[in-house]
T-cell receptor
């Protein structure tokens, strides 16, 4: 099946610093989704990217899909303590839409 | 409120006991999924149901069975629990193109 590598596994930042997590695949992706999971909570859908080179923004979050559709990134500008959690990318694969493969996630800690 | 409801939220089992995790969604979604989450492993797909009446194995199906009772409900059964099944279990359904909606999870400990 499809493999996805997400880096870094952990990131500690001071409040106000920027944060970026990367998701890489060895194969071309049809789309990629990003989720956030707060400590003790469940994953919550953030966004889906479909087009090559696509860039989408949600307030301080910027999502990019690579030109070759093999990688993606999530960038948070000026982190806040509310950004704490694990960020996952997920890949759609196979012939069954919705059967997603998740990256291992990046755990973000924000120190006030 | 619309969403995915999972029960129970917490459960402790002894090795060899059986139990069923319940999941229901009220969003009229066709596809439903069961994932397990372990530290450092991300989310791994156990079973899924693309539509009512169909179920298929995911990445880690051994030791589990599922039932798609109707369009709303998708249950996960552990016939003989093992300590390796200690995990957090999430049920999810999907609406194209807005991504998965997850339930709040079941935290299962097998002793």
């Amino acid at each position: 099946g499809q493999q996805v590598m997400q880096i870094p596994q952990y990131q500690h930042v001071q409040e106000g610093e920027d944060f970026t997590t990367y998701c890489n695949s060895s194969t071309t992706l049809s789309n990629i989704q990003w989720y956030k999971q707060r400590p003790g909570g469940h994953p919550v859908f953030l966004i889906q990217l479909v087009k090559s080179g696509e860039v989408k923004k949600q307030k301080r979050l910027t999502f990019q899909f690579g030109e070759a559709k093999k990688n993606s990134s999530l960038h948070i500008t000026a982190t806040q303590t509310t950004d704490v959690g694990t960020y996952f990318c997920s890949l759609a694969g196979g012939t069954s839409y919705g059967k997603l493969t998740f990256g291992q996630g990046t755990i973000l800690t924000v120190h006030p | 409120n619309a969403g995915v409801t999972q029960t129970p939220k917490f459960q402790v089992l002894k090795t060899g006991q059986s139990m069923t995790l319940q999941c229901a969604q009220d969003m009229n979604h066709n596809s439903m999924y069961w994932y397990r989450q372990d530290p450092g492993m991300g989310l791994r797909l156990i079973y899924y149901s693309a539509s009512e009446g169909t179920t298929d194995k995911g990445e880690v199906p051994n030791g589990y069975n599922v039932s798609r009772l109707n369009k709303r409900e998708f249950s996960l059964r552990l016939e003989s629990a093992a300590p390796s099944q200690t995990s957090v279990y999430f049920c999810a359904s999907i609406t194209d193109p807005y991504g998965y909606t997850f339930g709040s999870g079941t935290r299962l400990t097998v002793v």
